[in-house]
């Protein structure tokens, strides 16, 4: 996650030697008073008397090559402007994880269902870029890296980011996740792809901190971005961000979940049309008012500072409903449809989010504030992290300092958001 690019005061100075889960079971062993196995139990050193523990480190340093695959479809109308599709891949001998393959899978799917359509000489309005990254497995470094040496490009360019990061990991639960700015967009693909529409799940599209390639472009870009996976319920309901660090003790191959492939062909069908929506739409199709409304939902509690953030966000929500109201968006008559007006309205359009990128995050929770830590926490994660703190330590300042992040974040995005009324005003009076 370019950690070793910067200076982190939150990372150990001391080694850090991992072990393997046999090893662990020896030393460390579970409470035997543990009655109820579905809850996360800290481990416990045993008892009796003191261990001394003896390695015989052996580890050698080697380099890697690690390399991306990337392919694009240049955009007929915005070449300039890029739809990331992102899925990763493994070169690295004895790793056998399911997830790449099933990334692979449903990426060269979407591939092989664009390309007649492209020999008949079809064409997005904006360029899709298809990316497989690699060094997944070692945080991140691929997409870290190619995003790193572009980043003055794709600040300006990049549309969104759609991933494809482990789309089956399981098979009871349809786990959508979107940027607010993109819940509608995820939410009626959801609507439209459902056959049988009586038998339609309620949307449960949200905005969580997902695993993967798209944490680049959601921390450092503030990009938009969304997902669609299977996944076990259980597993749906864990902080995903940490399971990346925790190895099952048996994983199910990707044939025992999907053996139809059925599954991955859904996450297909829902990824194309959120792509295809994107790319082609002559008007980006995000939702500022929904921004606002996320930023509402976050600020609960009692806390003292809460209420002005909620004087401020419901100023945002004002402004919001004016951006998305149908005087600001260009005519449905394609004759006029001023490209102009188009162009300025999709650019703001594509930098609703970046106002809540914060400069620095507590350790686990990403730098845009949009995202919550799991589907069971509903305020800001950098305001609970806050009073966790406070509650340990009896201190007012991380409090105090989260507030003032966030109130920051609230009112840039409302400069940004009122910038982008005044120059449709200025625009419409020019015109008359």
């Not at 390399?67 to 402007?81: C, Q, T």
């Not at 993967?212 to 938009?224: C, E, K, M, Q, T």
Request: proline share 5%; glycine share 6%; aromatic share 6%.
């Amino acid at each position: 996650d370019g950690s070793y690019r910067q200076n982190r005061p939150n990372l150990t100075t001391l080694l850090v030697q991992p072990i393997s889960a046999v090893l662990a079971r020896k030393l460390v062993s579970l409470p035997e008073d543990t009655a109820q196995k579905d809850r996360c139990t800290p481990l416990q050193v045993p008892a009796a008397g003191k261990t001394t523990i003896s390695l015989n480190i052996q580890s050698v340093t080697t380099y890697r090559t690690i390399s991306n695959v990337i392919g694009y479809l240049k955009g007929a109308v915005f070449p300039d402007r890029y739809v990331i599709i992102g899925s990763h891949h493994s070169s690295l001998k004895g790793y056998g994880g399911q997830g790449w393959a099933s990334s692979t899978a449903v990426i060269t799917a979407l591939l092989q269902a664009l390309m007649p359509k492209v020999r008949r000489g079809w064409r997005p309005d904006r360029t899709l870029l298809f990316c497989s990254w690699g060094g997944t497995a070692l945080g991140n470094v691929g997409s870290y890296e190619w995003a790193e040496d572009l980043r003055s490009v794709l600040q300006r360019n990049a549309v969104a980011y759609v991933s494809l990061h482990n789309p089956v990991t399981g098979n009871s639960t349809l786990h959508p996740i979107a940027s607010p700015s993109l819940q509608q967009l995820a939410a009626e693909s959801q609507s439209f792809n459902c056959v049988e529409k009586a038998r339609c799940p309620v949307s449960n599209v949200s905005s969580v901190q997902i695993q993967g390639d798209s944490d680049y472009f959601i921390n450092h870009l503030g990009v938009p971005a969304t997902q669609f996976s299977y996944e076990d319920i259980k597993a749906s309901e864990n902080s995903s961000f940490l399971s990346e660090a925790l190895y099952p003790v048996h994983a199910t191959k990707t044939e025992e979940l999907d053996p139809s492939f059925s599954l991955h062909e859904t996450i297909a069908k829902l990824t194309g049309q959120v792509i295809l929506q994107i790319a082609s739409d002559p008007v980006l199709p995000f939702n500022a008012l929904d921004i606002a409304l996320e930023v509402q939902n976050s600020l609960k509690g009692e806390e003292a500072g809460v209420a002005q953030l909620l004087a401020v966000a419901a100023r945002l929500r004002d402004t919001a409903e004016l951006l998305q109201s149908d005087e600001m968006r260009p005519a449905n008559d394609p004759e006029e449809r001023a490209p102009v007006r188009v162009r300025m309205l999709n650019d703001v359009l594509q930098g609703l989010e970046k106002s809540f990128l914060l400069h620095r995050a507590p350790p686990g929770l990403y730098r845009n504030i949009l995202y919550r830590l799991d589907d069971r926490t509903s305020q800001f994660s950098v305001l609970l992290e806050a009073l966790e703190h406070y509650k340990l330590h009896q201190s007012n300042e991380t409090v105090q300092a989260a507030l003032s992040e966030v109130l920051n974040s609230i009112n840039s995005a409302q400069v940004y958001f009122k910038a982008g009324l005044d120059v449709f005003e200025t625009t419409l009076a020019g015109k008359k």
